[in-house]
T-cell receptor, first 117, second 116 residues
């Protein structure tokens, strides 16, 4: 079974600064997907960024980027130019490859990010 | 605005009541999910409906029963719930899995359920 570990229960960052959230996972599979979701107090889970394991290039979405280290099974999220609206709980999630029946998401325990004005 | 609509947003019920949570998506997704989320915890998968096939997390008690009337609707029927069932219930959907795809799950706003 796959496991996802987020070792930072809470993080804080000054507005406009950069912060990195860590995520490691354990799997014996070679084909899988990784995601970062944010959950603000409004409670909706919102996709931040996604990464396919077969792609070596790190995914980037505007101010959000990942550092994907497949050999180390590490998938950290970097938020640049932090904004007040980035304050949320961030979950790292793992999903097995594209076959039907592999739809389950395994979540980490989350990191609560606070933005300091 | 979310593309996955859940109703109601809040529900308070007694342990002897029967109620249903509703989830609807119009994105043509073929997989839909129910998650349970306790405070300060990650979501836990309860059920998956994928290509008309139901997959169940074996740890989910029988007082929760899913129903999929059609490919865009997924209901969760509740009966004789316990106080520990109080939680946020999230519905999600995702695109076809038949092709190589990193299509993520899209979540609704959730239903906050309180059992008295």
């Amino acid at each position: 079974a796959q496991t996802v570990t987020q070792s930072q229960p809470e993080m804080s960052v000054q507005e406009a600064e950069t912060v990195t959230l860590s995520c490691t996972y354990d799997t014996s599979e070679s084909d899988y997907y990784l995601f970062w979701y944010k959950q603000p107090p409004s409670r909706q889970m919102i996709l931040v960024i996604r990464q396919e394991a077969y792609k070596q290039q790190n995914a980037t979405e505007n101010r959000f980027s990942v550092n994907f280290q497949k050999a180390a099974k590490s998938f950290s999220l970097k938020i640049s130019d932090s904004q007040l609206g980035d304050a949320a709980m961030y979950f790292c999630a793992y999903r097995s490859g594209p076959l039907v029946g592999n739809e389950k998401l395994t979540f980490g325990t989350g990191t609560r990010l606070t933005i300091i004005p | 605005d979310t593309e996955v609509t859940q109703t109601p947003k809040h529900l308070v019920m007694g342990m002897t009541n029967k109620k249903s949570l509703k989830c609807e998506q119009h994105m043509g997704h073929r997989a839909m999910y129910w998650y349970k989320q306790k405070a300060k915890k990650p979501p836990e998968l309860m059920f998956v409906y994928s290509y008309e096939k139901l997959s169940i997390n074996e740890s989910v008690p029988s007082r929760f029963s899913p129903e999929c009337p059609n490919s865009s609707l997924l209901n969760l029927h509740l009966h004789a719930l316990q106080p520990e069932d109080s939680a946020l219930y999230l519905c999600a959907s995702s695109q076809d899995q038949l092709f190589r795809s990193n299509q993520p799950q899209h979540f609704g706003d959730g239903t906050r359920l309180s059992i008295l």
